[in-house]
Nanobody, 123 residues
């Protein structure tokens, strides 16, 4: 069993910053790609940023230059530093991790989701 626990959301004024964290726990052999998604009210969930196990990153155009994704492999944790926040960044943010687990000696990779954390940016 694997769980992803998110923290760091909240209410911030436009131009402010927040840092989200997502820690994985449970039966983990290794963690491959990690990512942050977001879903605004009435909209589809969208990819915000990804980071591979080796540290390569990719960002949605809407957050490039403002958000930074990073990870601490020793802590099984992924972070999202959000700067220069805009009202359009308001959404529920979800972390997603592709985690390798071992069951009966066999490796399986599953994609796990966090429970989501609300980020609200006021104008």
């Amino acid at each position: 069993q694997v769980q992803l626990g998110e923290s760091g959301g909240g209410l911030v004024q436009a131009g402010g910053s927040l840092r989200l964290s997502c820690a994985a726990s449970g039966s983990i052999f290794s963690i491959n790609a990690m990512a942050w998604y977001r879903q605004a009210t009435g909209k589809q969930r969208e990819l915000v940023a990804t980071i591979t196990s080796s540290g390569s990153t990719n960002y949605a155009d809407s957050v490039k230059g403002r958000f930074i994704i990073s990870r601490d492999n020793a802590k099984n944790t992924v972070y999202l530093q959000m700067n220069s926040l805009k009202p359009e960044d308001t959404a529920v943010y979800y972390c997603n991790s592709k985690i390798d687990t071992v069951v009966a000696g066999l490796h399986y990779e599953y994609a796990y989701w966090g429970q989501g954390t609300q980020v609200t940016v006021s104008s």
